[in-house]
């Protein structure tokens, strides 16, 4: 599957790092702004993949996150605060799977 369109909505620091290697549609938000942010891309169809900062799923209905597990059309990664221990890839490790762009030395 080819990611032609990508949206990150994250914290300052992560929406940031995404704009640096080359994702566009990153924007900060956190809280319920970052979930209306969320279902309003759900809703438009306009990107394939989604990426969510972890933080904004603990103020997600569980509705809304059982449509982001779900969700194939656009796909929806949650992406892990650098320096938390969730049992979740790195967002090293996320870049390269699914942007194919190896970020190691760029993310501390």
Avoid: C, Q
């Avoid at 995404?18 to 306009?46: H, P, Q, R, Y």
């Avoid at 969510?52 to 509705?63: D, G, L, N, P, T």
């Avoid at 650098?82 to 699914?98: F, Q, R």
Wanted: cysteine-free.
């Amino acid at each position: 599957m080819k990611f032609e369109r990508i949206a990150v909505i994250a914290e300052r620091e992560l929406a940031l790092g995404f704009k640096l290697i080359g994702v566009n549609d990153s924007f900060i938000a956190d809280g319920n702004e970052a979930v209306n942010l969320f279902m309003k891309f759900m809703d438009s169809k306009t990107y394939n993949l989604i990426m969510v900062s972890e933080s904004v799923k603990m103020h997600m209905s569980s509705a809304v996150k059982r449509l982001a597990d779900s969700s194939m059309f656009p796909l929806v990664v949650f992406i892990p605060l650098p320096g938390k221990e969730t049992g979740a890839e790195s967002i090293e490790v996320l870049a390269k799977t699914v942007l194919g762009v190896d970020i190691k030395g760029l993310v501390k």
